[in-house]
Structure formats: C-alpha cells, structure tokens
C-alpha cells in the first residue's frame, strides 16, 4: 500500500486521485462484505481464498505492463481487484480456522495468526521505502505479485476439508451438532419472519454479538483517524523526517501486539480458557484511550510505551472479537464475518472522509480524541451489554464445563448461543 498510494500520486499528481483510490478500494471491500456469506454457501471456502491471491497477482501485472495512457485505469482496476478479494479473502480465512485447527484451538490460531501478520507489518513498512527508493516501483510491484502466488500456494496446501455445497467436516460432539442446528433454525426462522438478510439473523441469534460488530465498526471509523493524523502529527514534530515517528510508532504497536499474542497463547495453554467478550470491551476502551494519549504531546519515551499498550489492546480485542465469532455454526459463520468486513469498511471509509476534512481546521490531538471517543462510549455499553447478561445467567458454561461442574471459562460472554 505504501508503493501504491505513492505510485498514485506520482502518476496523477494530485491528491484527490489519491482519495479516489482510496474509496474505491474501500467501497470494493465493502460489498465484498456483503456477499461474502452468501459466496461462503455456494463455493468452498478454500476456493475463495485461492482464486481471491490468484486475482491479485494478476491484476499487479497492469501496473507493471500498462503502458503510460492506461496507467490511471490500471490503479483504478487494482484498487478494484484488491479491496473485493482482500475482504473476500479475510473472511474465508476467518471463518474457516475452527475448521483447520478445532474449535478448541481457535484462540490459539487467531492468536498465532494475528502475530504473523503483525509481524509481516512491520516488515512490509520497512522495506517499502527500500525497495521504492532503490528499485523503483516496478520492483515493489513485482513482489507484491509474488507474495499474492506464495500465498496462493500456501492456501492450496491449507488443511481445509470444504466449504459450501459438498461440504466434508470431523463430527462433532452431539451436544455441540445439536448446538449448531439450533442457531441455523433460529436464524432461519428470524430471517423468514421479518425478511431480513441471513447474516442480521445469525447476529440476532448471538445475544450481544450485534454490538460487538457494531462496535468493530465504531472502532475502524477510529482507527482511520489516528492513520490519517499521524503524518500530520510526525510531520509537526519534526518536518525535515516525518516518516521516522510513524515507522517507530508502528513498530511498537506491532511490538506491542506480538507480546500480547504471546501472552494470549501462554495463558490459553496454561488454563485451557479463551478471551472473554469483557476482554473485547475492556481491550477497546484501553485501546481507544492509548491511541488517544499518543498525540496528546508527551515525551517521547512516554508516547513509546503508549504505543506498545496501543498494540498489546489492539490484539487482545482482535483475538476476543475472531474467537466470538467464530462460535457461530459453519452455515452463519461466513455471513457474520461478511457483515464484519462492511462494517468495518464503512467505518474507516467513512472516517477516512470526515477525518480528512476535520484535520484541515482542528489538532490531530482533537480529531483522535473525538474519533476514539465515540468508541470508547459504544465499548462501554457493550461492556454493561455483557455485565448484564452474566448477572441475568445467560452465559453459559464453556464447552464440557456445564456437565463437569467446572469453573464457567467465560470465553462465550456476550456471543452466547440458543440451546447451549
């Protein structure tokens, strides 16, 4: 993304081409969110993922052949190509980890998941600069269609049984078989009745599971803000080098969220428990309120740490916010994570947009806090949201812990099911 949004503005040179790009990709993800579950139902999901890398490889062999006059429509097909099957992509991944690994080791896969791509962050950032500044962008352009064929290959190799018509899964216990059937009939009956989309009722089907995604969406329309007010706020601190503060800053959030997966890990397989739905809530404020302090002018050791506890939030929500959703049934599950990516999407598109304007008339620190504010608040009612669902006795005990008379493990608490 580095290569191509510089490569955009390069080539038009003007700045609203870089929005342009910018929205089409967004709105290409956004849809793709919306029919995601219903690609899920029809086709496997491994095929999606594969053809999803397929698609992108090819389409960054435009950029690399498209002669000078047909640049400008090349960029406008990659932004295309690459927000659609980006989503696409995502949510197939997502909603197929129970399957690959079990249900039991979902949290333990997102978490190793969520590091690797942490990881990988930070190395595309760095070497972003690199390669454009040594190379040019052709090269830039040639790797990124190499990792779109690496990862492609990868997916192919991918333990994943089916997906869609024909699909071969392990069975399940009875009692979780059962389970799953009883969200299914739920959700169908829901959608039939008031004739809404299969993916409004599977979130109808989760107590609580409605404001977690609607929070999530909240928190990408936050997200957007502290993104766009970075450069600004690393560009008032020092003009002649403004890419040093945000490449250190994100660095440390990557850091920052590869500990906290480290953690995440270590407790899971110490006490055979996942990331509570309050760990979602109380992750999201802690986050919100990091990314808040870090344009508030402190020195810069202190903004450092701010940043490690920015990541260490950041993963813990996204591990707790996967790990939810992935409670749902095989049928449900691909439209609730369709529904995520729109949301999502709509959020950081909609607050790149009013960010954007915002930041030509107030501080960054000003637009942060407002941005993150209001995901502060939505965090806090899904907070009480869960607070009250355990006081009224509506979650349930963890898998197995019900009839053992087990501790309840807390890792379904507020994305709880009918039946269970």
Known sequence: MVALNLFVYETTGRALALGLFMAVRLGAGFVAGLLAGGLLARWKAKSIMLWANVAQAAVMLLLIFAPDGLRTAALMAVSLVVGGCGTLFMVAL??????????????????????????AMV?????????????????????????FTVCAVTV???????????????????????????????????????????AFAALAAAPGLGLMVALRGVDAFGSSSHNA??????????????????????????????????????YAKRTGRSVSALGFGYGTIVMSGAFILAFAG?????????????GAA??????????????????LRGHAFGLSATFENLGFGVGTILVAVALDRYSP????????GAAILVAVAFVFRVVRLRSAGRAPAGRGEADAGGAHR???DGAEVPGS
């Open 123 to 147: 190395a595309g950032f760095a070497s972003a600069g690199v390669v454009v500044s040594l190379v040019g962008y052709t090269a830039a352009f040639v790797v990124d269609m190499t990792t």
């Open 156 to 198: 192919a190799l991918l333990p994943i049984a089916g997906g869609g018509r024909g699909k071969a899964t392990a069975p399940e216990p009875a009692e979780a078989a059962e389970e799953g059937m009883e969200q299914e009939r739920t959700a169908e009956k829901k959608a039939v009745r008031r004739r809404t989309p299969v």
């Open 94 to 119: 997502r909603s197929s980890i129970p399957e690959m690994v079990g249900a039991d080791r979902r949290g333990w896969a997102n978490s190793l998941s969520i590091t690797g791509r942490s990881l």
């Open 229 to 266: 007010a970075l450069p600004v706020y690393s560009s008032e601190l020092d003009a002649s080098r403004p890419a040093v503060f945000v490449s250190a800053f994100w660095c440390l959030w990557a850091l920052g969220n590869v500990l906290a997966q480290q953690l995440i890990q270590r």
């Open 314 to 331: 950041d993963g813990l929500t996204e591990v707790s916010y996967t790990s939810h959703l992935q409670t749902l049934s095989d049928k």
């Open 298 to 310: 402190f020195p810069l050791a202190a903004t450092a740490v701010v940043a490690l506890v920015a």
């Open 365 to 372: 620190l000003a637009v942060v806090a407002w941005s993150h």
């Open 410 to 412: 807390g890792d379904r």
